[in-house]
Nanobody, 117 residues
Framework: QVHLVESGGGLVQPGGSLRLSCAAS????????MNWVRQAPGKGLEWVSS????????TYTNTVRGRFTISRDNAKNIVYLQMNSLKPEDTAVYYC??????????RGQGTQVTVSS
């Protein structure tokens, strides 16, 4: 049974940083692409970033490239999202998603990120 638990969200001022974590269990973590998606208030799900199973391939949506960094620790079954230079438009619930389909794959309960002064 896939189990994903996100953490690390919170309230931060514009320009600040947060590191999100997603602890995974119930599957062979090191065999799967992992993703971060987000949902802003009143909007649909938006793909943010993906990382290949071995961690060498990373992709980002244009709006976060250069500010966010995805990484993973396959020994600990955790995927991270380091978010720097945060903007109010980054405010959303952030989810980690297992597998190659970032929209429909299994995801956790999410962690709220609020960027506001």
């Amino acid at each position: 049974q896939v189990h994903l638990v996100e953490s690390g969200g919170g309230l931060v001022q514009p320009g600040g940083s947060l590191r999100l974590s997603c602890a995974a269990s119930g599957f062979t973590f090191s065999s799967y692409i992992m993703n971060w998606v987000r949902q802003a208030p009143g909007k649909g799900l938006e793909w943010v970033s993906s990382i290949t199973s071995g961690g060498t391939g990373k992709t980002y949506t244009n709006t976060v490239r250069g500010r966010f960094t995805i990484s993973r620790d396959n020994a600990k079954n955790i995927v991270y999202l380091q978010m720097n230079s945060l903007k109010p438009e980054d405010t959303a619930v952030y989810y980690c998603v297992k597998g190659s389909n970032a929209v429909t794959g299994p995801r956790g309960q999410g962690t709220q990120v609020t960027v506001s002064s």
